[in-house]
């Protein structure tokens, strides 16, 4: 039995609420059990310097968790002068996922930021900030749209990412903060509404695990993702139809 009483191809409740910045293009606070993201899209009218000039536009992401976030406070790394590597890392992977679904031509020289702030962390904040941020972008972009700033969307697809992980219950989906902490494996994988594979992250804790665990695996996280492309074409329709 896993600690929260779910079964292994059980999600945590997800909840994406938009509109919570009032004064970004887009917004979305995501909730996948007791960890709470708020992602912010921010469209700028620049691009970086190596894109000036090249009629592309550029979508990147900026990641970081409040000081009480977790069960014990953290220091702000704006505090310590500089960002963790771990920061770094994940901040990457967002952007990476998100530009995975967008025509860069189709935006123009235009920017997008995705800042996503983790409230309360127990477990998968990464794949959490990838889910919200798509949504806080769509929402952007259709304001764009709308405004007849851009002739279509260019988006490419949804894109949305989930963990799971090896634990003493077998695989089982979407690990929270205890499962997470003691798993002989964890993986987390970032795959598109059309089936498609853009990341996938796999560490094994303990010893090395098979393909037989690793394909096991890559099916939970197919069911995973099919709540959340559901939980996040909801929230979109939700905010257009207000």
């Known amino acids: 039995m896993r600690p929260s009483g779910r079964q292994p191809n059980q999600m945590r409740p997800v909840t994406i609420e938009t509109g919570f910045a009032h004064h970004a293009e887009g917004s979305a606070l995501i909730r996948v059990g007791g960890t709470e993201v708020l992602c912010v899209a921010s469209v700028e009218n620049r691009v970086p310097p190596f894109l000036r000039g090249k009629g592309t536009g550029w979508v990147t ?52 930021t995705l800042d996503c702030d983790v409230l309360n962390a127990d477990g998968g904040t990464r794949c959490a900030s990838i889910t919200g941020a798509w949504v806080a972008m769509r929402l952007a972009l259709g304001q764009l749209v709308a405004k007849n700033v851009l002739s279509h969307m260019p988006l490419r697809g ?85």
């Open 61 to 112: 992401a900026e990641y970081g968790m409040l000081p009480r976030a977790t069960h014990t406070r953290g220091s702000r790394e704006a505090a310590k002068g500089k960002q963790s590597g771990r920061t770094q890392e994940i901040q990457r992977l967002i952007g990476r996922s998100l530009r995975s679904v967008v025509d860069l031509a189709a935006l123009g020289e235009m920017s997008i």
């Open 158 to 242: 949804q894109v949305a990412a989930v963990s799971c992980g090896l634990t003493k219950a077998g695989p089982v989906l979407d690990l929270d903060y205890e499962e997470d902490s003691a798993a002989a494996a964890d993986t987390n994988f970032v795959l598109t509404a059309d089936r498609r594979i853009v990341e996938i992250q796999g560490t094994a804790e303990e010893s090395p695990f098979t393909e037989d665990a690793f394909n096991d695996l890559f099916a939970l996280a197919r069911t995973g993702v099919s709540v959340l492309f559901d939980a996040q074409t909801l929230a979109v329709e939700t905010a257009e139809n207000r």
